[in-house]
């Protein structure tokens, strides 16, 4: 069905339900999250009961669900901007929920990777759906705060799916952690479809001299490419994002293999020092970012880059400190700072890519920033530090996970002069995505 035809509230949201809304969004980010990420922290039980190398690992930590997130990612971005937003939200979340869960019976390597390749289908569509939808409830000045807590799911996913399923692991084993992870995302379903209103597109936006908000019928795919790929400061801030992102989707896979590998400890130690040791300075991190970019959007929102590449650049002495530390907490407090910084990037990053479009553009735009962040980000980190990991390992044996992790650290460099690049063009681009077609 197409969106014009659905129920829709005719204009911009009352205060009190858009952030009922933006709640609900975080709590499916969250799952999103969880659900994508609670693999990381199984790598090392499910590399022993399938005797894997590294690269195994990488691929399915990374890899297989990138390389499905990417082929659906474009297809279902541009769904988002055609048809019933939260209707196609609440089956994708009902198909990732349902295949996390069944990870947990998984009998071989190739069973687990399918079931990846089916999450990663899935949740391709769901933050390019549900940033359209929260720039359909708050307004270009709120928007970055909104979608500031809106990245807090990405830890709060982390914080609970960690402590819980190394629990959960820990007593029961890695499959019962995959079963406990799916089971509240159905949940989430049914709360979804019967709360949450489909809103009016452009509803926020700045209405013309006539009352109505600017907004045109969504363009031809190839369109929308064009004018992306005409905005400088959005190319170069895509390439900086993704960029960013490989390097953080690397740093969270091998985390917990390497607070194992290096110290010795047991899966609940691991666990719980990445839910609460560092995903808690990542939601402190989303916070900031969002505050920080809202204050900024209201003065300058041309100066958006410079702030998303300070942070870029902290990441990088923060977690060469953290692999390089030499001890357990030393390690926490260098990926807690790196943590901080990296959510700076995401709060403040997604939003300047949001206005650096047009409103009908808005869903395909995001979902092509979503796919390069899981095929090139999410899908080759995590692998090349498995690939680094096995080329050093007969070199430098019980260091080559850490070396690796480093090599993939230090690109965040090239990531920070992209987005110091963008800053150039910014404000000419932000005026041409603003202005009516």
């Known amino acids: 069905m197409n969106s014009s035809q659905a129920p829709a509230a005719s204009t911009a949201a009352p205060s009190r339900y858009r952030w009922y809304v933006l709640s609900t969004l975080v709590l499916i980010y969250a799952m999103h999250h969880m659900d994508r990420q609670i693999v990381t922290l199984l790598l090392e039980p499910i590399k022993h009961e399938f005797a894997l190398s590294d690269s195994q690992l990488g691929f399915l930590a990374g890899l297989s669900y990138a390389i499905a997130f990417g082929l659906a990612g474009l297809p279902l971005g541009w769904l988002v901007d055609r048809v019933h937003r939260v209707r196609l939200l609440s089956a994708l979340l009902f198909v990732w929920s349902g295949l996390t869960a069944l990870c947990g019976i998984a009998n071989s390597y190739l069973s687990l990777v399918l079931a990846r390749i089916g999450i990663g289908a899935a949740e391709s569509g769901g933050t390019p759906n549900n940033m359209s939808l929260l720039a359909d409830y708050f307004d270009r000045k709120s928007r970055p705060m909104a979608m500031g807590i809106y990245y807090t799911g990405t830890q709060i996913g982390t914080i609970v799916g960690f402590a819980v399923a190394a629990i959960v692991a820990q007593q029961y084993g890695w499959r019962a952690a995959f079963l406990v992870a799916g089971i509240p995302g159905l949940l989430l379903v ?115 880059p410079k702030l998303t590449a300070l942070a870029t650049f902290l990441t990088v002495p923060a977690a060469v400190y953290g692999i390089l530390a030499g001890s357990l907490w ?101 005026a041409r995505a603003a202005a009516p077609v």
């Open 190 to 304: 049914l709360l979804l479809l019967g709360t949450i209103r489909e809103p009016r597109r452009g509803a926020s936006d700045t209405p013309n001299p006539s009352g109505a908000s600017v907004m045109q019928p969504p363009p031809p795919f190839m369109q929308t490419l064009r004018f992306i790929w005409s905005q400088r400061a959005q190319v170069h801030t895509m390439i900086g994002i993704v960029i960013a992102m490989a390097v953080t989707a690397g740093m969270s896979a091998w985390l917990a293999p390497l607070m194992i590998r290096s110290y010795g400890v047991n899966l609940k130690t691991a666990g719980f020092s990445l839910a609460f040791g560092v995903a808690t300075f990542g939601m402190l991190g989303s916070l900031a970012g969002g505050w920080l970019a809202s204050r900024i959007s209201e003065r300058d929102p041309s100066q958006l």
């Open 330 to 430: 030393l390690t926490v407090a260098g990926f807690a700072i790196q943590h901080f910084a990296n959510a700076m990037i995401v709060a403040t990053g997604y939003p300047l890519s949001m206005e650096l479009t047009r409103t009908n553009m808005r869903g395909t735009t995001m979902a092509l920033l979503q796919v390069l962040c899981n095929m090139c980000g999410y899908g080759l980190g995590p692998q090349i530090v498995g690939w680094l990991s096995d080329g050093l390992n007969p070199q430098f044996g019980g260091k080559a996970l850490a070396y690796g992790m480093v090599a993939l650290a230090l690109c965040n460099l090239w990531a920070t002069g992209h987005l110091l690049f963008a800053a150039r063009w910014t404000k000419n681009n932000l």
